[in-house]
């Protein structure tokens, strides 16, 4: 699955004046879930994404399992001062920002160690000649 720029953004305002950002749409699910699995597909981890295009019921094992997948991602790629993942419930903005900020990091944390292993490789910092 592609990634898609994760949104942790929402303020109190959003949520008070009732902005798209205010509100936890399905759309918002499909990133987080497609990005989960992008994340997890990246270090060969297992997270199958439910695509909430249907609409269906959001029920409490659904976001159980985007916490489970997450915290397995984090488990699989470790980073220093990584924030904690939310508690169940996901009933706030910060919850659902801290979601989709620890995808982010963790994004872009392997995006960066695949760039740094390019430069570091034979083609690019290895000696000249032929071996």
Not at 29 to 50: D, F, M
Not at 84 to 93: L, R
Request: hydrophobic share 35%; with cysteine.
């Amino acid at each position: 699955m592609a990634w898609i720029n994760p949104v942790f953004d929402r303020t109190e305002t959003d949520v008070r004046d009732k902005t798209s950002k205010g509100f936890l749409k399905y759309d918002d699910l499909n990133r987080i879930e497609q990005n989960l699995s992008h994340l997890a597909a990246k270090l060969e981890v297992n997270y199958t994404a439910k695509d909430w295009s249907s609409r269906p019921l959001i029920f409490k094992g659904d976001l159980i399992k985007i916490l489970d997948g997450l915290s397995t991602i984090r488990n699989h790629w470790p980073i220093p001062n990584l924030p904690e993942n939310p508690q169940y419930p996901i009933n706030t903005y910060e919850k659902v920002n801290q979601i989709e900020k620890i995808e982010n990091l963790i994004g872009n944390n392997i995006t960066a160690s695949n760039e740094s292993q390019m430069r570091c490789g034979e083609m690019f910092a290895g000696e000249s000649g032929v071996i």
